[in-house]
């Protein structure tokens, strides 16, 4: 048993360092800017995760900010949107692309497996969730009609069959956890009246769902990316979400982390690829969040002081090498540093909601 947390003091320390993460146009970085991996440029998906912690902290400023310099991008890149609307991309290019620059929202060219649906999937999810809960981010006619643009793309692309690089930007594949994040961006988004979504667009994407969990894809028997069907996207039936938990702990939680998937060749330790895969932080957070939702306080409160113990003087890091105390350069990981916020206060919830709010009470003043 770990010595007593003082989450307040970790909560205080750990939104520092996710708000120095910001940029002035709302965008954040993957990581911090100093870092040579590539990690100093804005997602698309990480702002979406980014951003999770702010809500919890109900700082709709921060969220709001973000949410319209995400739909600014769209509607900078509008003409390629439409394109794709026009005729199916045969080629990755053609796809929206999934980083960009923090200030001045250009694409980044070079090959990063860009077809990534779940990201386009995730930002509807979340500015429907946003307008339902009296967040507002559509201020504008421009903002109904990007949006309507990329229900229409999701459908151009046929999201429910589409290979994908997916949340892990690697090999193409149909990806369970990019189609459930289509799926429930659509289904959110089109709560919105302004808002058309076609009902043959979600049921395929649903049928297609319901046929492949609780598999990831052909190739991949059990991923860390399904978890996120479970929490934030809530589209996993409750027999499809204790079978993804119980895969993923059997197959993938390890000491310091979750590893994203079986032979996982990114961080391996062996030079072959095999068995010695990465221990992603972040998988905690994700799991004690989703035991947290489900009411099982004794898991949730495991796997919480698991990624405290993984806490280094910079942060959180992205990933711990197999069997070890070293970690990467990504450290912190931005959307690491949100879902351990979550977590911690979905764990606290009763005595963090009202702490919450008066600390970002004070970062206001």
């Known amino acids: 048993m770990m010595k007593k947390i003082n989450y307040e003091t970790l909560v205080k320390q750990h939104l520092k360092i996710l708000k120095s993460l910001q940029t002035e146009k709302g965008l954040f970085l993957a990581s911090k800017k100093a870092v040579s991996t590539g990690y100093d440029k804005a997602w698309l998906r990480d702002n979406f995760y980014e951003c999770l912690a702010f809500e919890v902290l109900d700082d709709w400023e921060t969220v709001r900010k973000t949410y319209r310099a995400l739909l600014d991008i769209f509607l900078k890149h509008e003409k390629k949107i439409d394109h794709a609307i026009s005729k199916k991309p045969e080629h990755r290019y053609q796809y929206i692309h999934a980083r960009f620059h923090p200030e001045t929202f250009n694409e980044f060219w070079e090959e990063w497996g860009n077809k990534q649906n779940d990201s386009i999937g995730a930002v509807l999810f979340k500015i429907g969730e946003l307008e339902e809960r009296g967040c507002k981010v559509i201020q504008s006619h421009k903002d109904i009609r990007i949006i309507q643009k990329l229900v229409e793309y999701l459908a151009s692309v046929e999201y429910w069959h589409d290979p994908d690089s997916g949340i892990w930007e690697e090999n193409e594949e149909i990806h369970a956890s990019s189609v459930g994040a289509c799926v429930a961006g659509l289904k959110k988004i089109s709560l919105i009246p302004q808002i058309k979504?076609?009902?043959?667009?979600?049921?395929?994407?649903?049928?297609?769902?319901?046929?492949?969990?609780?598999?990831?894809?052909?190739?991949?028997?059990?991923?860390?990316?399904?978890?996120?069907?479970?929490?934030?996207?809530?589209?996993?039936?409750?027999?499809?979400?204790?079978?993804?938990?119980?895969?993923?702990?059997?197959?993938?939680?390890?000491?310091?982390?979750?590893?994203?998937?079986?032979?996982?060749?990114?961080?391996?330790?062996?030079?072959?690829?095999?068995?010695?895969?990465?221990?992603?932080?972040?998988?905690?957070?994700?799991?004690?969040?989703?035991?947290?939702?489900?009411?099982?306080?004794?898991?949730?409160?495991?796997?919480?002081?698991?990624?405290?113990?993984?806490?280094?003087?910079?942060?959180?890091?992205?990933?711990?090498?197999?069997?070890?105390?070293?970690?990467?350069?990504?450290?912190?990981?931005?959307?690491?540093?949100?879902?351990?916020?979550?977590?911690?206060?979905?764990?606290?919830?009763?005595?963090?909601?009202?702490?919450?709010?008066?600390?970002?009470?004070?970062?206001?003043?």
Do not use: C
């Open 197 to 365: 979504v076609p009902k043959d667009v979600i049921e395929r994407g649903e049928r297609m769902l319901r046929k492949m969990l609780p598999r990831e894809s052909d190739k991949k028997f059990v991923d860390m990316a399904l978890l996120t069907l479970i929490y934030p996207f809530g589209v996993a039936t409750p027999k499809e979400s204790e079978d993804i938990l119980r895969n993923v702990e059997y197959h993938l939680v390890k000491e310091r982390g979750v590893i994203r998937y079986r032979d996982d060749y990114y961080y391996n330790s062996n030079p072959d690829g095999k068995s010695e895969e990465a221990e992603w932080t972040m998988g905690f957070a994700f799991l004690s969040i989703i035991y947290s939702k489900l009411g099982e306080k004794g898991k949730a409160q495991y796997y919480l002081e698991k990624l405290i113990g993984d806490i280094v003087n910079e942060g959180l890091p992205e990933l711990y090498f197999s069997h070890s105390k070293k970690y990467n350069d990504n450290t912190p990981l931005g959307w690491a540093e949100s879902v351990f916020l979550v977590s911690a206060y979905e764990f606290n919830k009763k005595h963090m909601k009202g702490f919450f709010s008066r600390l970002i009470d004070k970062i206001k003043n």
